[in-house]
């Protein structure tokens, strides 16, 4: 099965940046959707960005557009989220999951990476 590992994550102020890397195992890396999600204590986990398997296809949050990019490297297995002008409510654990099939809804991704954790003071 796929296995992920975020890293990336750190403390940093209002309007700094920050990219988040996910490294994935397995051949089929390119078959699968790939999606990055947050939680912050006390809320939901929340959908932050998807793309699709050969990178053709991105969808954001509208609380990340124009903020925030997705991309991948099919030939590393590997799947960025490059911060921009963060907000502190942008701090959350940051995960980076893998789906099948594509969609905004966490139940449809199946491999889940452990999380980092990026605090943007004010």
């Known amino acids: 099965q796929v296995q992920l590992v975020e890293s990336g994550g750190g403390l940093v102020q209002a309007g700094d940046s920050l990219r988040l890397s996910c490294a994935a195992s397995?051949?089929?890396?390119?078959?699968?959707?790939m999606g990055w999600f947050r939680q912050a204590p006390g809320k939901e986990r929340e959908f932050v960005a998807r793309i699709s398997g050969t990178g053709g296809i991105t969808y954001y949050a509208d609380s990340v557009k124009g903020r925030f990019t997705i991309s991948r490297d099919n030939a590393k297995n590997t799947v960025y989220l490059q911060m921009n002008s963060l907000k502190p409510e942008d701090t959350a654990v940051y995960r980076c999951?893998?789906?099948?099939?594509?969609?905004?809804?966490?139940?449809?991704?199946?491999?889940w990476g452990q999380g980092t954790q990026v605090t943007v003071s004010s």
């Open positions: 999951a893998a789906a099948a099939l594509g969609g905004s809804d966490y139940r449809r991704y199946g491999y």
């Open positions: 397995g051949r089929t890396f390119s078959s699968y959707t």
